[in-house]
């Protein structure tokens, strides 16, 4: 299968969805080292999902999807917005006029994504953040076979482990870097919600 606005309507829907679930829970897991307001922020950030497909009208993939992560740029609540606007703004780097997208395509999206994170943020795999969930779903994206499905599939499940495995890690950044190793235990707020947006969009496709 390839992705038109259509599937990528879809896909930014059923992450919004998946975020407007657990954003409580977010704001839970958030609340034991952090501020407690990941989950409104991203609730806020997934409103704002939600409004902008609906009126997505003739503007390219490549411009809906770069105004759309300059626009959660300025979601207030912390660094999730500007974090998450240069994540889903990543998504446009390779994009030129397609109106299509196929499963290689999709790899280079998923890799410009990683690459504008990478210039905001030195943090790695271990590091009790975000890029905990984001840098292995990259990873097992590109390692999946051409086709769209796949690659969705493969990052939902890498990101999902990310998430999981950040329990063990002591938080390096943020707030919560001061409480050390009490921190392990629980997971990144960050690398749980981020696993949520790849969860969403990988269940829009199936």
Request: hydrophobic share 50%; charged share 20%; no cysteine.
């Amino acid at each position: 299968m390839v992705l038109d606005k259509q599937s990528l309507k879809a896909m930014f829907l059923g992450a919004a969805r998946v975020w407007q679930e657990n954003a409580a829970h977010l704001s839970e897991i958030d609340s034991r080292f952090g501020d407690g307001d990941h989950g409104v922020t991203i609730g806020k950030i997934a409103a704002l999902l939600e409004q902008e497909a609906a009126g997505w009208g003739d503007a390219s993939i490549h411009d809906f999807i770069e105004d759309l992560g300059m626009g959660i740029m300025g979601v207030n609540g912390g660094s999730a917005g500007p974090l998450y606007g240069t994540l889903i703004g990543g998504l446009a780097e390779p994009l030129g006029e397609e109106a299509q997208i196929d499963g290689a395509l999709l790899k280079k999206m998923l890799a410009g994504s990683l690459s504008s994170m990478e210039d905001i943020t030195t943090a790695k795999v271990g590091d009790k953040t975000m890029m905990d969930a984001l840098i292995p779903a990259v990873e097992a994206a590109l390692a999946a076979p051409d086709e769209v499905k796949a690659v969705l599939d493969a990052a939902a499940l890498a990101a999902a482990d990310g998430a999981k495995a950040s329990e063990g890690f002591v938080s390096k950044f943020g707030r919560a870097r001061s409480y050390k190793e009490q921190t392990i235990g629980t997971p990144d707020a960050g690398a749980v919600s981020t696993a949520l947006f790849f969860a969403g969009m990988a269940s829009a496709i199936r």
